[in-house]
Protein backbone atom coordinates (compact mmCIF):
# COMPACT_ATOMS: atom_id res chain seq x y z
CA UNK A 1 0.00 0.00 0.00
CA UNK A 2 2.74 2.09 0.76
CA UNK A 3 4.55 1.88 -2.04
CA UNK A 4 1.16 2.40 -4.32
CA UNK A 5 1.12 5.78 -2.54
CA UNK A 6 4.49 6.88 -3.00
CA UNK A 7 4.83 5.47 -6.63
CA UNK A 8 1.19 7.62 -7.05
CA UNK A 9 3.02 10.81 -5.82
CA UNK A 10 5.91 10.32 -8.16
CA UNK A 11 3.95 10.11 -11.40
CA UNK A 12 1.45 12.98 -10.02
CA UNK A 13 4.87 15.26 -9.05
CA UNK A 14 6.63 14.16 -12.88
CA UNK A 15 3.16 14.99 -14.65
CA UNK A 16 2.93 18.02 -12.95
CA UNK A 17 7.02 19.03 -13.80
CA UNK A 18 6.04 18.29 -17.54
CA UNK A 19 2.26 20.31 -17.63
CA UNK A 20 4.73 23.23 -17.12
CA UNK A 21 7.25 22.93 -20.18
CA UNK A 22 6.36 25.86 -22.30
CA UNK A 23 7.07 25.89 -25.83
CA UNK A 24 7.41 28.15 -28.28
CA UNK A 25 3.85 29.16 -29.90
CA UNK A 26 5.05 28.53 -33.34
CA UNK A 27 2.63 29.72 -36.64
CA UNK A 28 2.70 29.88 -39.81
CA UNK A 29 3.99 33.15 -41.62
CA UNK A 30 0.02 33.93 -42.85
CA UNK A 31 -0.73 33.64 -39.47
CA UNK A 32 1.58 36.00 -37.85
CA UNK A 33 0.95 38.58 -40.46
CA UNK A 34 -3.05 37.98 -39.42
CA UNK A 35 -1.88 38.26 -35.85
CA UNK A 36 -0.31 42.01 -36.77
CA UNK A 37 -2.89 43.56 -37.79
CA UNK A 38 -4.74 42.77 -34.59
CA UNK A 39 -2.05 43.54 -32.29
CA UNK A 40 1.15 44.67 -33.95
CA UNK A 41 4.50 42.44 -32.70
CA UNK A 42 7.28 41.32 -34.22
CA UNK A 43 7.96 38.27 -36.11
CA UNK A 44 10.68 35.75 -35.73
CA UNK A 45 11.03 32.88 -38.82
CA UNK A 46 12.65 30.02 -38.16
CA UNK A 47 13.33 28.82 -41.87
CA UNK A 48 14.68 25.35 -41.88
CA UNK A 49 14.50 22.34 -43.97
CA UNK A 50 13.90 18.50 -43.13
CA UNK A 51 17.35 17.22 -43.52
CA UNK A 52 19.34 20.12 -41.99
CA UNK A 53 21.29 18.65 -39.14
CA UNK A 54 21.88 22.21 -37.66
CA UNK A 55 18.07 22.82 -37.81
CA UNK A 56 16.96 19.86 -35.79
CA UNK A 57 19.70 21.21 -33.18
CA UNK A 58 18.09 24.24 -32.87
CA UNK A 59 14.77 22.70 -32.34
CA UNK A 60 16.17 20.20 -29.56
CA UNK A 61 18.80 22.78 -28.06
CA UNK A 62 18.06 26.54 -27.78
CA UNK A 63 14.35 26.55 -28.98
CA UNK A 64 13.61 24.31 -25.55
CA UNK A 65 15.98 26.78 -23.87
CA UNK A 66 13.40 28.38 -20.76
CA UNK A 67 14.52 31.99 -21.26
CA UNK A 68 14.94 31.50 -25.49
CA UNK A 69 10.96 30.37 -25.13
CA UNK A 70 9.79 33.32 -22.53
CA UNK A 71 11.37 35.66 -24.78
CA UNK A 72 10.15 34.79 -28.03
CA UNK A 73 6.38 34.23 -27.10
CA UNK A 74 6.60 37.72 -25.04
CA UNK A 75 8.51 39.51 -28.17
CA UNK A 76 7.89 37.98 -31.30
CA UNK A 77 5.70 36.14 -33.54
CA UNK A 78 6.89 32.73 -34.38
CA UNK A 79 7.01 31.32 -37.29
CA UNK A 80 7.99 27.74 -38.34
CA UNK A 81 9.12 27.88 -42.34
CA UNK A 82 10.10 24.89 -43.83
CA UNK A 83 12.20 26.92 -46.66
CA UNK A 84 11.78 24.14 -49.61
CA UNK A 85 8.17 23.28 -48.47
CA UNK A 86 4.93 23.96 -50.46
CA UNK A 87 2.74 26.04 -47.94
CA UNK A 88 1.54 29.34 -50.25
CA UNK A 89 2.72 32.65 -48.61
CA UNK A 90 0.62 35.96 -49.20
CA UNK A 91 2.88 39.04 -48.32
CA UNK A 92 2.73 42.23 -49.25
CA UNK A 93 0.22 41.36 -51.95
CA UNK A 94 2.57 38.98 -53.75
CA UNK A 95 1.93 35.38 -53.44
CA UNK A 96 4.73 32.98 -53.15
CA UNK A 97 5.16 29.18 -53.49
CA UNK A 98 7.59 26.31 -54.32
CA UNK A 99 6.48 25.71 -57.82
CA UNK A 100 8.93 23.35 -58.30
CA UNK A 101 8.07 21.43 -54.89
CA UNK A 102 8.42 17.60 -55.41
CA UNK A 103 6.52 15.68 -52.93
CA UNK A 104 7.93 12.23 -53.04
CA UNK A 105 11.31 14.75 -51.79
CA UNK A 106 9.36 15.88 -49.01
CA UNK A 107 11.52 14.39 -46.35
CA UNK A 108 14.72 15.20 -48.60
CA UNK A 109 16.21 17.92 -50.25
CA UNK A 110 13.55 20.03 -52.47
CA UNK A 111 13.66 22.99 -54.33
CA UNK A 112 13.98 26.48 -52.24
CA UNK A 113 10.77 28.43 -51.82
CA UNK A 114 10.03 31.80 -53.23
CA UNK A 115 9.62 33.10 -49.91
CA UNK A 116 13.19 31.84 -48.62
CA UNK A 117 14.83 33.63 -51.78
CA UNK A 118 12.76 36.67 -50.82
CA UNK A 119 14.31 36.96 -47.52
CA UNK A 120 17.86 36.06 -48.24
CA UNK A 121 17.48 32.67 -47.20
CA UNK A 122 20.61 31.10 -48.82
CA UNK A 123 21.58 28.68 -45.66
CA UNK A 124 19.73 25.87 -43.33
CA UNK A 125 19.04 27.55 -40.24
CA UNK A 126 18.35 31.04 -40.78
CA UNK A 127 16.36 33.14 -38.38
CA UNK A 128 14.88 36.06 -40.05
CA UNK A 129 13.11 39.18 -37.97
CA UNK A 130 10.49 41.20 -39.16
CA UNK A 131 9.72 44.43 -37.48
CA UNK A 132 5.84 45.33 -36.39
CA UNK A 133 4.61 46.00 -39.56
CA UNK A 134 5.61 43.23 -40.90
CA UNK A 135 8.26 44.64 -42.74
CA UNK A 136 12.10 43.02 -43.03
CA UNK A 137 15.12 43.48 -40.85
CA UNK A 138 17.61 40.89 -40.65
CA UNK A 139 18.58 37.50 -41.88
CA UNK A 140 20.97 36.19 -39.15
CA UNK A 141 22.31 32.12 -40.73
CA UNK A 142 23.81 29.37 -38.89
CA UNK A 143 23.37 27.57 -35.42
CA UNK A 144 23.03 29.77 -32.27
CA UNK A 145 23.20 28.58 -29.05
CA UNK A 146 20.80 30.47 -26.38
CA UNK A 147 23.65 32.59 -24.96
CA UNK A 148 24.23 33.46 -29.14
CA UNK A 149 20.68 33.92 -30.23
CA UNK A 150 19.83 35.92 -27.52
CA UNK A 151 21.60 39.43 -28.49
CA UNK A 152 19.78 39.00 -31.80
CA UNK A 153 16.84 38.34 -29.99
CA UNK A 154 17.09 41.60 -28.12
CA UNK A 155 18.84 43.83 -30.15
CA UNK A 156 16.03 43.29 -32.93
CA UNK A 157 13.10 43.44 -29.93
CA UNK A 158 14.21 46.59 -28.08
CA UNK A 159 14.58 48.42 -31.61
CA UNK A 160 18.41 48.79 -30.94
CA UNK A 161 19.24 47.88 -34.16
CA UNK A 162 17.74 51.11 -35.62
CA UNK A 163 20.69 53.43 -33.78
CA UNK A 164 23.57 51.04 -35.26
CA UNK A 165 24.19 52.58 -38.18
CA UNK A 166 27.91 51.20 -38.92
CA UNK A 167 29.85 48.19 -38.05
CA UNK A 168 31.71 50.00 -35.33
CA UNK A 169 28.43 50.87 -33.15
CA UNK A 170 27.45 47.04 -33.41
CA UNK A 171 30.98 46.09 -32.34
CA UNK A 172 30.40 48.38 -29.63
CA UNK A 173 27.20 47.02 -28.77
CA UNK A 174 28.12 43.27 -28.68
CA UNK A 175 31.25 43.86 -26.93
CA UNK A 176 28.87 45.26 -23.97
CA UNK A 177 26.07 43.06 -23.98
CA UNK A 178 25.92 41.59 -21.13
CA UNK A 179 23.28 38.22 -21.54
CA UNK A 180 21.31 36.65 -19.00
CA UNK A 181 19.95 33.18 -20.98
CA UNK A 182 20.88 30.19 -18.89
CA UNK A 183 22.61 27.60 -20.73
Not at 31 to 44: G, N, S, T, Y
Not at 130 to 144: A, C, N, T, V
Amino acid sequence: MRRTILLFIFLMVGGAQIGLAQEIKWMSMNEALEMQKKKPKKIFVDAYTNWCGPCKMLDKYTFTNKDVVEFINKNYYAVKFNAEGDEVIKYRDKTFKNPEFDPEKAKGRNSVHQFALAMGVNAYPTMVFFDEKGDFISPIKGYLKPQQLEIFLKVFAGDEYKKMTTQEAWDEYRENFSGTFSS
